[in-house]
């Protein structure tokens, strides 16, 4: 029966292609609300060859090799949605925030490509760019704010708006070599599925962990080879970083002081995690640089969108596989003592979102993990 087709609410597919496990998400969307349709994970270690495995970025895996792998958690997740969003990693694309004063619409377009010249690394004809206007300049429009408030208050005149003129609009910038959009193209096309958007995961990341929140939030996703930090604003992802130290270290430095072979650190890490005796601090100085570097990064970034915008962030989100281990958390919230403990937390993506309550538990557990896959199935 066709006739009432559009009373039934639409599916989204999500797919993060991490480095240790393939993620999806089938979300539906109606009047406001998302229903948890379907979930699932694959990864990619081998009992056999786990570093092999870790070793190889996924991007670096024959597409039939990932695309074999997307199909099977589709069959196995029993996913029915045709179309997906999916995920790139964020040093697989450059994004960048750019100014520009208000013109028409072709001369923006005009403008955007000479800008993304500057910023893009790369030839500018081997990449697919994307921008989207922000909004006017946030220091410039609340400095114009405040001294036209007070002009028209001196003189009883609202605010002339013809100097909304001078004001310049914000953009955010995205640029995907066209060689990593065409695999992802392929990969999907492999797996059955129309790619219908490829965003660097950061934003995806912050849609689902701050579902719209404006406060300036730090979002910390530590995965398995890499970690990214993002500081989101307004709701908006205004800086994307991503550094290498991220679980795979921490189980090889777990492994060294330990003395356990990858296998039994890679347990071992996620139920012992941080707390250690006494005596095991002592010789974890290796695990301890590393959790040191991670926070050190997070700190370095806020602190430097400070400088920048003179905007203080006041909530840390932490995301990723990694943000579930034991005493992690702890640490961070001793970091960001100047925050109050609760601002300082893990992430769960389905939280808001509607699903059977059975699965409260486990959707909380394998939150921080999905976050990525969660804000692609929400992007609709
Ligand atoms: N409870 C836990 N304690 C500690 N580490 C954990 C825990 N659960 C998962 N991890 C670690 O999290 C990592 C996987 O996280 P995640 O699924 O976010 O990675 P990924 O998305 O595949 O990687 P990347 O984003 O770097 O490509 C692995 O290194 C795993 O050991
Ligand atoms: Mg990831």
Not at 132 to 148: F, M, P, S, T, Y
Not at 243 to 267: M, R
Request: with cysteine.
């Amino acid at each position: 029966m066709k006739l009432f087709n559009f009373l039934k609410p639409k599916s989204y597919l999500g797919i993060d292609i991490g480095t240790s496990a393939i993620k999806i998400v089938q979300l539906s969307h109606a009047r406001d609300t998302f229903r948890v349709e379907q979930y699932g994970e694959i990864t990619f270690f081998s009992k056999e060859a786990p570093m092999e495995v870790y070793q190889q970025s996924s991007l670096k895996m024959p597409d039939e090799q990932v695309a074999e792998l997307v199909r099977k958690i589709l069959h196995e997740s029993k996913v029915t949605a045709t179309k997906a969003a999916m995920s790139l990693p964020v040093f697989s694309s450059f994004s960048t925030i750019i100014e520009l004063p208000p013109m028409p619409k072709d001369e923006m377009e005009k403008a955007i490509q000479f800008e993304a010249r500057q910023y893009v690394p790369i030839p500018i004809s081997e990449v697919s760019l994307d921008s989207l206007v922000l909004g006017e300049e946030r220091k410039q429009q609340q400095e114009e704010n405040h001294a036209g408030r007070e002009e028209a208050e001196d003189q009883g005149w609202r605010a002339d708006p013809r100097a909304q003129k001078s004001k310049k609009l914000e953009i955010l910038l995205i640029a995907v070599p066209n060689e990593i959009k065409k695999k992802y193209e392929h990969i999907a096309q492999l797996a059955g599925l129309e790619l219908t958007a490829l965003e660097m995961e950061t934003f995806p990341l912050a849609r689902a962990m701050l579902k719209g929140n404006p406060t300036v939030t730090a979002v910390v996703d530590i995965g398995a080879r890499s970690t990214d930090i993002c500081i989101a604003d307004g709701g908006v992802v205004r800086i994307s970083h991503n550094f290498e130290f991220s679980g795979v270290d921490i189980t090889k430095a777990y492994g060294e002081f330990a003395k356990l072979d990858y296998v039994e650190a890679e347990k071992r890490k996620k139920v012992t995690g941080l707390n250690l005796t006494p005596g095991q601090l002592l010789g974890a100085a290796g695990l301890l640089a590393i959790i040191d570097d991670i926070i050190n990064e997070t700190e370095r970034i806020t602190h430097s969108y400070f400088n920048k915008t003179g905007r203080m962030v006041t909530r840390v989100v932490l995301a990723g596989g990694v943000s579930r281990m034991p005493g992690l958390l702890e640490q961070f919230r001793e970091r960001f003592s100047s925050l109050p403990a609760d601002a300082v937390s893990i992430g769960n993506p389905f939280s808001g979102l509607v699903y059977p309550r059975e699965l409260e538990k486990i959707l909380q557990e394998i939150g921080p993990s999905f976050a990525v896959a969660v804000g692609l199935a929400m992007r609709r």
